[in-house]
């Protein structure tokens, strides 16, 4: 293995004393505004979330990526961002919930966990409704809660021109903080949500119109030549390279479309970088699959697309035959509902793939939801028996067959579950994995698709 790396990233974390203060919002206005100038922007989001980095990539036109301690791993957290963060000119990061909230009662995996690892200046988007002089008491404490904070920026969210031009010296002088900029309520920019947080950039139709005004109120109200020259005072990043070898050239499917849009794109650089072509296909509109050695179906929202997923039936039928015949496949959460034999809804059956058993349904309720730690009961398409992953469930759908090939054990909690159905071509699962988690499970995966290749090249 190579020598410590030394990489220069401009960079800041952008946080929040609590969900709801405006974050995504903010950092959409400023990745549109600095992209607007030309300058070359990478974004990340802290956490297991996927919507948000949807909409990074929207706004900047480049993959989003996630940057999950918990995950992944601090070491691999570094290298992430050093490899997304090539010939870029400043990287943008987003923190989850409030600044300091991580697994449990502890600051782990949080976005103040994050800063602190990868060493990046943070600024705090503070919601100044109905506040004054009070918003001075927030930002010194936050800052002063933890000596390493690194909080060196603030800007004001939901507050009104005057406001902000009355109390910025103040809040300066009180915290030692400077104030790099507001932004004003703008109700025609709403971002909507739904059951697993904000619509998906793909479904708003005026997300073009809503980021490039967005983008214009950050050009008036923040200060972003400052913004970029407090990232540039971010310190060289330090990292352990890590030599990923090809196990082979293989053709993997993605399912990618307004049902199937959850994905790691690391996860799928990672098969790529172990020699895989990813292509895509759409459960919802192609009738066939491409050829292909394998087969990844991501998270989404199927429920939402129950009948034409349903209607279907070429794609259904082949899907199903495929895996009998041991195409190997990766499904997880979204992925796992639709190689069900079914989706229940208000008593109506939607008849899916069928390549696994078991019914789907939703219910009004977070039904499993939090970090685990995976551990194999058996050897499957993935890793052994007894090997393990870290992993992520968030879903409000649940079915009568969950799997046990594996256990699920709730970070940092005695409580654990059975999770997942697997054998030597398939994992099947509500939980998300991130590869780079285990990066052996990815490439057992490849070399499951080398061995189904080869085995009918001559049939």
């Known amino acids: 293995m190579a020598g410590m790396v030394s990489l220069e990233i401009p960079r800041l974390l952008f946080a929040a004393p609590q969900s709801g203060s405006g974050k995504t919002t903010v950092v959409c206005a400023v990745l549109r505004a600095l992209l607007n100038r030309k300058l070359r922007v990478a974004a990340f989001k802290s956490g297991p979330d996927y919507i948000d980095p949807m909409f990074h990539s929207k706004v900047i036109g480049a993959k989003s990526r996630n940057l999950d301690l918990f995950l992944t791993g601090s070491e691999n957290v570094k290298r992430l961002l050093a490899k997304n963060s090539r010939n870029i000119d400043i990287a943008i990061l987003e923190g989850a919930m409030g600044f300091y909230d991580g697994m449990g009662k502890t600051v782990e995996a949080s976005a103040y966990d994050l800063s602190r690892t990868v060493k990046a200046p943070v600024v705090l988007i503070i919601n100044g409704k109905g506040a004054a002089l009070s918003m001075a008491a927030l930002v010194k404490g936050f800052k002063e809660f933890r000596q390493d904070s690194n909080i060196q920026g603030v800007i004001l969210n939901n507050v009104k021109k005057m406001t902000y031009q009355f109390y910025k010296d103040v809040l300066e002088q009180e915290t030692g903080i400077r104030v790099y900029g507001y932004f004003p309520h703008l109700p025609e920019c709403n971002l909507e949500s739904r059951h697993l947080g904000l619509v998906t950039a793909e479904e708003i139709g005026s997300l073009e119109s809503i980021v490039e005004k967005l983008a214009e109120q950050a050009q008036e109200s923040v200060d972003l030549d400052g913004l970029v020259n407090l990232a540039r005072t971010a310190e060289p990043l330090q990292y352990m390279p890590l030599e990923i070898k090809q196990e082979g050239a293989v053709r993997i499917a993605v399912a990618r479309d307004k049902a199937f849009c959850f994905y790691y794109q690391d996860s799928l650089d990672l098969l790529a970088?172990?020699?895989?072509?990813?292509?895509?296909?759409?459960?919802?509109?192609?009738?066939?699959?491409?050829?292909?050695?394998?087969?990844?179906?991501?998270?989404?929202?199927?429920?939402?697309?129950?009948?034409?997923?349903?209607?279907?039936?070429?794609?259904?039928?082949?899907?199903?035959?495929?895996?009998?015949?041991?195409?190997?496949?990766?499904?997880?959460?979204?992925?796992?509902?639709?190689?069900?034999?079914?989706?229940?809804?208000?008593?109506?059956?939607?008849?899916?793939?069928?390549?696994?058993?078991?019914?789907?349904?939703?219910?009004?309720?977070?039904?499993?939801?939090?970090?685990?730690?995976?551990?194999?009961?058996?050897?499957?398409?993935?890793?052994?028996?007894?090997?393990?992953?870290?992993?992520?469930?968030?879903?409000?759908?649940?079915?009568?067959?969950?799997?046990?090939?594996?256990?699920?054990?709730?970070?940092?909690?005695?409580?654990?579950?059975?999770?997942?159905?697997?054998?030597?071509?398939?994992?099947?699962?509500?939980?998300?994995?991130?590869?780079?988690?285990?990066?052996?499970?990815?490439?057992?995966?490849?070399?499951?698709?080398?061995?189904?290749?080869?085995?009918?090249?001559?049939?």
Not at 391 to 402: C, G, I, L, R
Not at 421 to 429: E, I, K, P, R, S
Request: aromatic letters at 14%; a negative charge; glycine letters at 10%.
């Open 273 to 459: 970088m172990l020699g895989a072509e990813i292509v895509t296909f759409s459960p919802l509109n192609d009738s066939h699959l491409p050829e292909c050695d394998g087969v990844f179906l991501g998270g989404g929202y199927p429920e939402l697309y129950a009948k034409q997923l349903s209607g279907n039936e070429s794609l259904r039928a082949e899907l199903r035959n495929k895996l009998e015949e041991g195409l190997p496949c990766y499904a997880e959460c979204g992925g796992f509902m639709y190689l069900m034999e079914g989706y229940r809804d208000n008593e109506r059956f939607y008849p899916w793939t069928g390549a696994v058993k078991g019914t789907c349904w939703m219910t009004d309720k977070l039904v499993r939801f939090g970090y685990v730690t995976m551990t194999a009961e058996t050897d499957n398409v993935l890793c052994k028996a007894g090997d393990s992953i870290h992993a992520h469930e968030f879903h409000y759908s649940d079915s009568d067959q969950n799997g046990s090939a594996f256990t699920a054990a709730k970070a940092g909690r005695s409580n654990s579950w059975p999770a997942a159905q697997a054998n030597d071509t398939l994992y099947a699962g509500y939980p998300h994995l991130h590869l780079w988690g285990n990066i052996s499970f990815a490439k057992n995966f490849v070399k499951a698709c080398v061995r189904y290749q080869k085995d009918h090249f001559h049939k």
